[in-house]
């Protein structure tokens, strides 16, 4: 998971992208960068940290040009320590590219080799958009060898790119003296959407907030493997790429990834979270009798329309008992595990009017690899509960995730080859509930008539791409074991790491 952006303008866009990555920073926190161009010249800046860290006045001074695109960093592949593999990644050749990728192939590997052995093309870091960057260089080559480069032409490469990788994918491009260029894979598992503001201005983004909160209207979601090419004119020109598309968007956006005030392939973020709480409260009322209850507490921030929603269906009072730090990083997307344990009570600090002599049912979006549930079950003893019930709005989390998100090992799964009374036990929970698989899907398909599914592996085990091996989750942990852990960086790298926030 990463947020991207891009805007072609009639005016200076360093100030749009830096304030557009300011509402994406939920997405990502390793890295931000933003890259301009200046008639034929690109102008970049990017390095590890927040937003407001990376981009100071004199960086921003040095971002001229009406052309632009940027991205905040969560790391999935390649080195998250490794302020190299910052985005945006650039090529000179054909043309000049600068490319920002949100998502993850699965078949980066197989392509490095073929690109350095067929395409004669070195590959100098472990990142995969260093690879998509580089096949989308030869194809355009291939497709663009008479100038003027024309739309035609550039949907043509990426007609050839869907068919050389695999895995989840929403990019955009900049070509120097040409234009913008975004698209998205033929799953739709990545969200990218688009829109205008009043002057016409373009600005293509990974969610609508983004627009909205920079004064364009949402146009329209990119559809799976279609592609925009946004001339220096500001016009639009879009085509369908991939031989065979199908919309399965990434349930977990759903479930926590995206900001609640998000509309993603036509579906509220909010709405979707509330529905999950409905069919909660379902399930939580065949596991425990409403009256044990007395208080329903949400762990901040997701889980809060699941869990107003299933206080106001289950009848009891729903309180915030926990106060959150925003200065403290998301837990779930921090590097190194050593981080993500220490950063849980720097993070929440409850209070103890609301657990004091109660039995509280709280109430989580997902549980992930269970260190945090389990700290926060022990919070809630500490400050005085009864009895603690505790409820996922998402089912458990078995399977790893390779399109995305940083779940690529199975043995960090606390719920992978576990009962649900083996992770009751590990929390340290009087009782676990967890959302269903089906109810979840079908709940938040109803937003949206005719979707045809959902890309829902980390749930389900079902790898919508067809490609995913029992040999690249082994080769996936090796890699996983090889990075870093934070107590190993040196001391300025964990103070880097250590001052990220939340959205």
Excluded: W
Excluded at 134 to 145: K, M, P, S, T
């Amino acid at each position: 998971m990463c947020g991207i952006v891009g805007v072609i303008s009639k005016a200076p866009v360093n100030q749009l992208i830096y304030d557009a990555l300011l509402l994406l920073q939920h997405r990502g926190q390793d890295a931000a960068g933003i890259v301009t161009m200046q008639g034929n010249k690109c102008f970049m800046h990017k390095a590890r940290g927040m937003v407001r860290d990376v981009f100071r006045t004199r960086n921003m001074r040095g971002l001229p040009g009406n052309v632009g695109l940027g991205q905040v960093r969560y790391p999935t592949a390649g080195n998250a320590y490794s302020e190299e593999e910052a985005q945006p990644f650039y090529v000179n050749a054909p043309y000049g590219i600068v490319l920002v990728h949100n998502g993850n192939l699965t078949n980066a590997h197989a392509l490095k080799e073929e690109l350095f052995e067929v395409d004669r093309r070195h590959i100098n870091t472990e990142s995969d958009t260093e690879v998509l960057i580089n096949v989308l260089a030869h194809e355009l080559e291939r497709a663009g060898r008479e100038l003027p480069l024309t739309p035609a032409s550039v949907f043509q490469a990426v007609s050839a790119v869907h068919k050389r990788i695999k895995g989840s994918y929403a990019v955009i491009a900049l070509i120097a003296g040409h234009g913008l260029l975004a698209f998205r894979d033929p799953y739709g598992i990545r969200p990218l959407c688009f829109g205008q503001s009043a002057d016409g201005e373009v600005m293509v983004a990974s969610e609508s907030v983004s627009l909205e909160g920079t004064g364009h209207q949402l146009t329209r979601d990119v559809a799976p493997g279609e592609a925009l090419f946004i001339d220096t004119s500001g016009t639009v020109h879009t085509q369908q790429c991939a031989e065979t598309s199908v919309l399965n968007p990434c349930m977990f956006e759903f479930v926590y990834l995206a900001r609640p005030d998000s509309v993603m392939d036509g579906i509220s973020v909010y709405q979707a979270r509330l529905n999950m709480g409905e069919t909660l409260a379902q399930r939580l009322i065949s596991t425990i009798p409403p009256s044990e209850i007395d208080v329903v507490i949400p762990i901040p921030e997701s889980s809060r329309p699941s869990a107003m929603q299933l206080a106001h269906r289950i009848g009891k009072p729903y309180r915030e008992g926990f106060v959150k730090n925003r200065y403290v990083g998301r837990t779930f997307i921090m590097p190194g595990q050593s981080t993500r344990k220490k950063s849980v009570r720097q993070k929440l600090n409850a209070i103890g009017l609301e657990f004091k002599g109660r039995n509280v049912l709280l109430v989580d979006d997902s549980i992930v690899r269970g260190t945090t549930s389990k700290e926060i079950v022990q919070m809630a003893r500490e400050a005085g509960a009864n009895k603690v019930y505790l409820a996922s709005a998402a089912p458990p989390v078995r399977f790893p995730n390779v399109y995305g998100i940083d779940m690529p090992t199975s043995e960090e799964l606390i719920a992978h080859g576990r009962s649900i009374e083996e992770i009751r036990q590990f929390i340290g929970a009087d009782a676990l509930i967890y959302q269903d698989v089906d109810a979840m899907k079908r709940v938040v398909a109803q937003l949206r008539p005719g979707l045809n599914g959902f890309e829902a592996s980390c749930f389900d085990g079902q790898y919508i791409t067809g490609d995913v091996s029992a040999e690249d989750f082994a080769t996936m942990q090796a890699q996983r074991k090889s990075q870093p852990e934070e107590e190993d960086l040196p001391a300025r790298s964990r103070l880097a790491l250590q001052s990220g926030g939340d959205q």
